[in-house]
């Protein structure tokens, strides 16, 4: 059964950094498109990053730009987010994406959350 798997999240301080991790299970990410997306409370998710296969494309939400930094990891089979000068109104759950064709797929999500 493929699975994606999000992990790194936590409690930071403004300002503090954190680094997401999307791993999968079943299938290759180094050939899907990743996407982290975010949902705060009584918000829509909301598209926070995403790489084209290979690495080769990224982008970001202009409310990250220049903060936040998508990346491949291909021996690890990873796709990580690290995520920096943090701020209470990126406190959300965080889900990675894996989409190729006509499949896709959701990690469980994980909680960031800024605070001091």
């Known amino acids: 059964q493929p699975q994606l798997v999000e992990s790194g999240g936590g409690l930071v301080q403004p300002g503090g950094s954190l680094r997401l991790s999307c791993a999968s299970s079943?299938?290759?990410?180094?050939?899907?498109?990743i996407g982290w997306f975010r949902q705060a409370p009584g918000k829509e998710r909301e598209g926070v990053s995403c790489?084209?296969?290979?690495?080769?494309?990224?982008n970001y939400a202009d409310s990250v730009k220049g903060r936040f930094t998508i990346a491949r990891d291909n021996a690890k089979n990873t796709v990580n987010l690290q995520m920096n000068s943090l701020k209470p109104e990126d406190t959300a759950v965080y889900y990675c994406n894996a989409h190729f064709v006509r499949l896709d797929y959701w990690g469980q999500g994980t909680q960031v959350t800024v605070s001091s």
């Open positions: 079943g299938f290759i990410l180094e050939y899907f498109a």
């Open positions: 790489i084209s296969t290979r690495g080769g494309s990224t």
